[in-house]
């Protein structure tokens, strides 16, 4: 099993910035990421980031998001500039373990953009 705690987030205003922050617990071979699901919308893929520092984005949040991981701490970030009413969703954390694909999740955390 892999726990994931995630804090961070918030209501923020259009342009500003926020840092959400997930720490796993249980297995450091895993693949780390974000997902996100809006009202009334299914729930899409933000950020994934590999041991390597490999990462890749979906296309909205390019040049906005970055994603990290501090390997050491086995903790993944989402730094999220100019941020905008549209990124209002909740937030997840996630992590699939590398030997057998098995996905965890953590338990989510709102973020509101206002405009």
Same mark, same amino acid.
């Given at each position: 099993?892999?726990?994931?705690?995630?804090?961070? %987030?918030?209501?923020? =205003? *259009?342009? !500003?910035?926020? &840092?959400?922050?997930? /720490?796993?617990?249980? #297995?450091?071979?895993?693949?780390? %990421?974000?997902?996100? =699901? *809006?009202? !009334?919308?299914? &729930?899409?893929?933000? /950020?994934?980031?590999? #041991?390597?520092?490999?990462?890749?984005?979906?296309?909205?949040?390019?040049?906005?998001?970055?994603?990290?991981?501090?390997?050491?701490?086995?903790?993944?970030?989402?730094?999220?500039?100019?941020?905008?009413?549209?990124?209002?969703?909740?937030?997840?954390?996630?992590?699939?373990?590398?030997?057998?694909?098995?996905?965890?999740?953590?338990?989510?955390?709102?973020?509101?953009?206002?405009?």
């Amino acid at each position: 099993q892999v726990q994931l705690v995630e804090s961070g %987030g918030g209501l923020v =205003q *259009a342009g !500003g910035s926020l &840092r959400l922050s997930c /720490a796993a617990s249980g #297995s450091s071979s895993v693949r780390l %990421g974000w997902y996100r =699901q *809006a009202p !009334g919308k299914q &729930r899409e893929l933000v /950020a994934v980031i590999n #041991s390597g520092g490999i990462a890749t984005y979906i296309d909205s949040v390019k040049g906005r998001f970055t994603v990290s991981r501090d390997n050491g701490k086995n903790t993944v970030y989402l730094q999220m500039n100019s941020l905008k009413p549209e990124d209002t969703a909740v937030y997840y954390c996630y992590a699939q373990r590398i030997y057998d694909n098995s996905l965890f999740w953590g338990q989510g955390t709102q973020v509101t953009v206002s405009s």
